[in-house]
């Protein structure tokens, strides 16, 4: 008995763990085909260096609107890829009337995009070290006349919000050069770790919605699979209790299967185990015969029907929520289960 309830657990953490890693996947996917992480990281940059757009709008996501729309189709706010290196000294500063309103934002890419690679015609930077950051700032405030003084007088006049930052860390590395970039390394990196919780806090809508959409897709009933699991473990012990009892009991597996032959519903259950059956709901499912190619059947009739059935709801909103909990808390719940250990 205890056999089966760990044969019930086992299949549904490691299906929750599959279609987790399903979503996971597609996330992943949709993040580098959109260069989500990258324009994250320049919408920042931009309200930091040069403040909001001529609208006066933050380039930074506002709401869920901006996440699932302006961010990754409308407004891009990675500069223009350049292919050449960094030149030796970076261009003058313009003034606050005369300036393009990404003036500072041009300024930093052109100090760091040694390392940069074209993607549509975009930066791909999508990790500035907060070394290399400090190193910039320092090689713009040597333009400068005044060296960090007089680029902070420059920001100011600029009206750029990077001057209150910058100022707050001049003075308290007491006017020393060697300081002060160590204290913009600490606050640059400070920055990208609330930057990478805001990027963490609306990725999780991104999921939700992802696993939203695999449980609707492969109308994943968490609690039919669970009784579907008991049902093919109990099937399982019954054709090893007639394989021993010998041939006076075929009577009773024959009733069992509601066949005439008994034979291929024994050969189709224990070729297509629970976790097979569970996905054959999907709206486009697989078949793998035992000889010749997979085959793709559409099967839109039967996932509607079955997406349109209120007693499969329970099921669905289980399934969804098992998969809000993600891929890895799936996987350590695997392996403590199974007595995985893992490699360091």
């Known amino acids: 008995m205890l056999s089966a309830y760990i044969d019930l657990a086992l299949g549904l953490v490691l299906s929750f763990l599959m279609l987790s890693l399903l979503v996971s996947g597609l996330n992943e996917a949709f993040v580098r085909l959109l260069s989500i992480r990258s324009k994250f990281l320049w919408a920042y940059l931009r309200d930091t260096l040069d403040g909001a757009d001529a609208k006066g709008r933050s380039w930074l996501p506002s709401g869920l609107r901006d996440v699932f729309a302006s961010l990754p189709f409308v407004r891009d706010p990675r500069p223009a890829h350049n292919s050449h290196p960094a030149p030796a000294e970076s261009a ?7 300036k393009a309103a990404d003036a500072m934002t041009n300024l930093l890419y052109e100090r760091v995009r040694e390392i940069d690679h074209p993607k549509s015609g975009r930066t791909s930077i999508a990790n500035l070290p907060p070394e290399r950051f400090s190193v910039a700032l320092m090689e713009m405030a040597a333009r400068e006349p005044g060296g960090v003084e007089g680029l902070l007088e420059k920001l100011k006049s600029m009206g750029s919000p990077l001057y209150g930052h910058l100022h707050g860390v001049w003075e308290t590395a007491q006017r020393d050069l060697n300081r002060f970039r160590q204290g913009v390394e ?9 930057l990478t919780m805001l990027y963490s806090r609306y990725v999780k809508w991104v999921v939700a919605l992802l696993a939203l959409l695999v449980t609707l897709l492969f109308t994943m009933d968490g609690l039919e699979y669970a009784k579907t699991l008991l049902r093919d473990n109990a099937f399982r012990a019954s054709v090893t209790a007639v394989a021993e009892a010998g041939p006076d009991a075929y009577s009773e597996l024959k009733a069992q299967c509601e066949q005439a032959d008994p034979v291929p519903c024994i050969t189709d259950t224990l070729s297509q185990p629970a976790l097979v059956k569970v996905l054959d709901h999907a709206i486009v499912n697989v078949t793998l015969p035992a000889d010749g190619d997979p085959s793709f059947h559409w099967n839109g009739a039967s996932w509607w029907d079955r997406l349109t059935t ?8 289980m399934t969804y929520v098992a998969l809000l909990f993600g891929a890895p808390f799936w996987w350590d719940v695997f392996r403590r289960i199974t007595g995985m250990r893992s490699r360091r």
């Open 92 to 98: 003058e500063m313009p003034a606050r009337d005369t």
């Open 186 to 194: 600490g606050w640059f990196d400070s920055e990208m770790q609330r």
């Open 310 to 317: 209120p007693s499969h709801w329970p099921g669905f909103l």
